[in-house]
Each structure stands twice: as structure tokens, then as C-alpha cells.
């Protein structure tokens, strides 16, 4: 069973939600931090980083003595990743999808692949979870292809809890797509519930089931609640705004190794989601 | 000799788009007969990316030995360096003028981009 932890806005405690929980639960369970633009989870999890690798996506390269200008590569790219201009072919491998049209559509068979460096991914341990997290190469603009890199990590079948990066673009798709539940983590303002509307838009055109967790619960107004109502969400667990879980946080440290308390809350919450996928 | 000038209409009073790939117009004139015709270039607007490289490859394409424009980013510059055609960049002021400045000589060739490439 694959969670995948998501919110929308930014800064709403995906983080806190997903690497507590991973705590909490009294099981083996793989955790991944797909947010690769810029990964946490292992400030709070610390595990010991056991393995890196560097991982490429497939880029064009030209092959100018086969090549004849026919700029059908031209044509298919819908990136302007690969131009023909008078003799000369043109690669802008920091545009190309890696969708791999240009090698298809070649007459000649003059494009081969190379590889455009993405970032790396490291694989590690701490207590009982299976940690890897992706961090993306400073200059790179794509994080799907890395995030999918960070999926293969593990077994689909196995306990996987996935931070996934905020917003509802094709970063988030790439850390949701496929898995079992989305618990989307929200705060009571006008700001989270924007967002996440277009976060529960996103997860119901995936087919996805779905929760939610209110965090700062006791701010903002209740408009949140009443989405929540009306779209049939279930509320699985509040988290107030507390001075001390923000304490806890700022020092890296987690609810469930600080705040016992928790520990039987966010265990709940892991009972909840594995009652609503297999029901 | 023809060239290619970004234009924000298309007609030869138009004001000099500053922007290159996302022009709104690219307008091709032979500067001898003053014939001149007016690309479209509402597409490359609304490009996600690589707007830059679009429109140099079609003022290559038009037959165009210089590009008069206000500014030109890397993959841009690249990609017109690489099809031959000059760029005169910081262009003000309208299509016909930047025609005569070209016919008098006043104009410096770029050996670079102008700005930074837009994400």
C-alpha cells in the first residue's frame, strides 16, 4: 500500500504529517521524499545514508554525417528541444521531455541518446523505515522524471508513506499517480482551502481516495470544515497550533518522539487510511 | 537585403517590440523595395518554452541576413548565431526607422545575448 502525503499550498505540514506518521506506525515501512526540489524529511528522520546514485533521463544526440535537415525531429518536438536551422541541428537538452520522438520519427537513424544529469537519489535506514529521497541537480527545472526515479525505489506492494512536493502540477502528479490514498494535509484559511480545491480536483480526476488532515486547526475560519462536508472528505486528524509542536519542529525534532501523546493520534490515522483502501 | 524586425503591429509604423521570441509581430522587409511582410507570432506567445529558438529558426527560414530587435536571450542567439543571420539588439522607436537605421550603416552587431533566458 502506497500513501501519498500531498497538500496543495506549500507549508501546510506535509512533513509533519508524513514522517510522524511514519514513526507512529509499528510496522516496516518505507518512506520516500518525493520533493526533490528541495527534500526534509531527512532533517527529521535522520536516517544514516547507506547508498547514492546519480541518475540521467535520455536526451537526443545528433549524428550530422546520417543526418539530411528532413527537421522531422524539428517537427515532433514539442519543446523546441531539437532545431534545424540551414545545415546545422540544434539540441537544447534542458528543454526535452525525453519522450524519445525524435528518435522515432529519424529517417536516417542519426539521433542517438545521451543523458542529461537530474540529480541524485539516496537510499538509507533509520529504526524500522526504508528511507530514499531525490535531490535534484541545482539548475535542473524538471523533477518528474527524478520523483519517478525515487518511486522505482520500492515495491508497490510494500508500506510506503510518499512526502510529496506541494502544488497540483506535474511534479505532485508524478508522486501520486498510481498510489493506494492521497492524505491531503490543509490548513483553515483562505489560502489552504484554495489550494486545496485544485489538490482535491487533482486527486478525483486520478480516481484516488482520499482524506484530509487540518493543521493549526484552531485558526482561521471553518470554511474548510464545510469543504470538507460537502465533497464527503473525511477528516482523519487535527493538529492544533500549538507553540510547542512549532518548538519541536524548529529544533528537527518530531511530535511522536517528543509529544508521546501523538504517537496513538497519527497510529489512528494510519488505522483510518488502511480501513478506507480496503474497504 | 532582407531583415527581420520585431514589431508590436504590422505595418512598417508599428513600434519595435522589444521582446525577440515573443514578439507579437516579426517583420520581414527588403530594405531596397521596402516590400515587407508581416509574420504572426501570436503562437510563439503562447509558447511554454522555447519561443526563442521558434522565431529564429523562422527568420532563418524567411531568408532574413539580420534581426533587428531589443532583446535576445541565449538559446535565441544560439540558434540565429547558428543559422548565420546578425542581431543588432537594443532597437527602439518604429519598423520604418530601424529600417533606416540599418540602410545608413548606424548599427553594431552583437556578439551576445542580451539577457537572460526566461523559465
Same mark, same amino acid.
Given at each position: 500500500?502506497?500513501?501519498?502525503?500531498?497538500?496543495?499550498?506549500?507549508?501546510?505540514? +506535509?512533513?509533519?504529517?508524513?514522517?510522524?506518521?511514519?514513526?507512529?506506525?509499528?510496522?516496516?515501512?518505507?518512506?520516500?521524499?518525493?520533493?526533490? #526540489?528541495?527534500?526534509?524529511?531527512?532533517?527529521?528522520?535522520?536516517?544514516?545514508?547507506?547508498?547514492?546514485?546519480?541518475?540521467?533521463?535520455?536526451?537526443?544526440?545528433?549524428?550530422?554525417?546520417? @543526418?539530411? !535537415? @528532413?527537421?522531422?525531429? =524539428?517537427?515532433?518536438?514539442?519543446?523546441?528541444?531539437?532545431?534545424?536551422?540551414? #545545415?546545422?541541428?540544434?539540441?537544447?537538452?534542458?528543454?526535452?521531455?525525453?519522450?524519445?520522438? @525524435?528518435?522515432?520519427? @529519424?529517417?536516417?537513424?542519426?539521433?542517438?541518446?545521451?543523458?542529461?544529469?537530474?540529480?541524485?537519489?539516496?537510499?538509507?535506514?533509520?529504526?524500522?523505515?526504508?528511507?530514499?529521497?531525490?535531490? =535534484?541537480?541545482?539548475?535542473?527545472?524538471?523533477?518528474?522524471?527524478?520523483? +519517478?526515479?525515487?518511486?522505482?525505489?520500492?515495491?508497490?506492494?510494500?508500506?510506503?508513506?510518499?512526502?510529496?512536493?506541494?502544488?497540483?502540477?506535474?511534479?505532485?502528479?508524478?508522486?501520486?499517480?498510481?498510489?493506494?490514498?492521497?492524505?491531503?494535509?490543509?490548513?483553515?484559511?483562505?489560502?489552504?482551502?484554495?489550494?486545496?480545491?485544485?489538490?482535491?480536483?487533482?486527486?478525483?480526476?486520478?480516481?484516488?481516495?482520499?482524506?484530509?488532515?487540518?493543521?493549526?486547526?484552531?485558526?482561521?475560519?471553518?470554511?474548510?470544515?464545510?469543504?470538507? !462536508?460537502? !465533497?464527503?472528505?473525511?477528516?482523519?486528524?487535527?493538529?492544533?497550533?500549538?507553540?510547542?509542536?512549532?518548538?519541536?519542529?524548529?529544533?528537527?525534532?518530531? =511530535?511522536?518522539?517528543?509529544?508521546?501523546?501523538?504517537?496513538?493520534?497519527?497510529? +489512528?490515522?494510519?488505522?483510518?487510511?488502511?480501513?478506507?483502501?480496503?474497504? | 537585403?532582407?531583415?527581420?524586425?520585431?514589431?508590436?503591429?504590422?505595418? %512598417?509604423?508599428?513600434?519595435?517590440?522589444?521582446?525577440?521570441?515573443?514578439?507579437?509581430?516579426?517583420?520581414?522587409?527588403?530594405?531596397?523595395? %521596402?516590400?515587407?511582410?508581416?509574420?504572426?507570432?501570436? &503562437?510563439?506567445?503562447?509558447?511554454?518554452?522555447?519561443?526563442?529558438?521558434?522565431?529564429? *529558426?523562422?527568420?532563418?527560414?524567411?531568408?532574413? &541576413?539580420? %534581426? %533587428?530587435?531589443?532583446?535576445?536571450?541565449?538559446?535565441?542567439?544560439?540558434?540565429?548565431?547558428?543559422?548565420?543571420?546578425?542581431?543588432?539588439?537594443?532597437?527602439?522607436?518604429?519598423?520604418?526607422?530601424?529600417?533606416?537605421?540599418?540602410? *545608413?550603416?548606424?548599427?553594431?552587431?552583437?556578439?551576445?545575448?542580451?539577457?537572460?533566458?526566461?523559465?
Amino acid at each position: 500500500m502506497i500513501i501519498s502525503v500531498a497538500s496543495g499550498k506549500g507549508g501546510t505540514g +506535509k512533513t509533519t504529517v508524513s514522517t510522524n506518521m511514519a514513526l507512529a506506525i509499528d510496522r516496516d515501512v518505507n518512506f520516500l521524499d518525493c520533493d526533490v #526540489e528541495e527534500p526534509n524529511a531527512h532533517l527529521f528522520l535522520n536516517p544514516e545514508i547507506e547508498k547514492s546514485e546519480l541518475v540521467d533521463t535520455p536526451v537526443p544526440k545528433v549524428n550530422m554525417e546520417l @543526418c539530411n !535537415q @528532413c527537421r522531422k525531429c =524539428m517537427d515532433i518536438c514539442r519543446f523546441n528541444a531539437i532545431t534545424v536551422v540551414g #545545415e546545422k541541428v540544434l539540441v537544447f537538452p534542458e528543454l526535452c521531455h525525453s519522450c524519445g520522438g @525524435c528518435m522515432l520519427v @529519424c529517417p536516417e537513424g542519426a539521433i542517438t541518446e545521451t543523458g542529461r544529469n537530474l540529480g541524485i537519489i539516496e537510499y538509507g535506514k533509520t529504526g524500522h523505515i526504508t528511507f530514499a529521497h531525490g535531490k =535534484m541537480r541545482i539548475g535542473e527545472a524538471m523533477s518528474p522524471p527524478l520523483i +519517478k526515479e525515487v518511486r522505482k525505489a520500492v515495491n508497490p506492494e510494500d508500506l510506503t508513506i510518499i512526502d510529496a512536493p506541494p502544488g497540483t502540477s506535474c511534479p505532485v502528479i508524478a508522486a501520486i499517480h498510481g498510489v493506494d490514498f492521497v492524505l491531503m494535509v490543509t490548513e483553515p484559511t483562505p489560502f489552504g482551502l484554495h489550494d486545496l480545491k485544485l489538490a482535491v480536483e487533482a486527486v478525483k480526476l486520478l480516481g484516488i481516495p482520499s482524506g484530509l488532515v487540518i493543521n493549526r486547526s484552531d485558526l482561521g475560519t471553518r470554511d474548510v470544515y464545510e469543504y470538507a !462536508q460537502e !465533497q464527503k472528505i473525511p477528516i482523519l486528524l487535527e493538529i492544533p497550533f500549538d507553540r510547542k509542536i512549532a518548538e519541536t519542529y524548529s529544533h528537527g525534532k518530531t =511530535m511522536v518522539e517528543e509529544m508521546p501523546e501523538w504517537t496513538d493520534k497519527f497510529q +489512528k490515522l494510519f488505522h483510518d487510511i488502511e480501513q478506507i483502501v480496503e474497504s | 537585403m532582407k531583415i527581420a524586425i520585431t514589431a508590436k503591429g504590422a505595418t %512598417l509604423d508599428s513600434e519595435v517590440d522589444p521582446r525577440f521570441g515573443r514578439a507579437r509581430y516579426i517583420i520581414i522587409v527588403d530594405t531596397d523595395s %521596402l516590400a515587407f511582410e508581416a509574420v504572426d507570432n501570436t &503562437e510563439n506567445i503562447n509558447a511554454f518554452k522555447g519561443a526563442g529558438i521558434q522565431a529564429a *529558426s523562422m527568420v532563418s527560414e524567411k531568408g532574413a &541576413e539580420v %534581426l %533587428l530587435t531589443g532583446y535576445c536571450g541565449p538559446k535565441a542567439f544560439q540558434t540565429i548565431n547558428a543559422a548565420g543571420v546578425k542581431v543588432v539588439s537594443d532597437i527602439s522607436g518604429t519598423v520604418a526607422q530601424a529600417v533606416e537605421k540599418m540602410k *545608413s550603416g548606424d548599427v553594431t552587431y552583437t556578439d551576445n545575448p542580451n539577457t537572460d533566458g526566461h523559465w
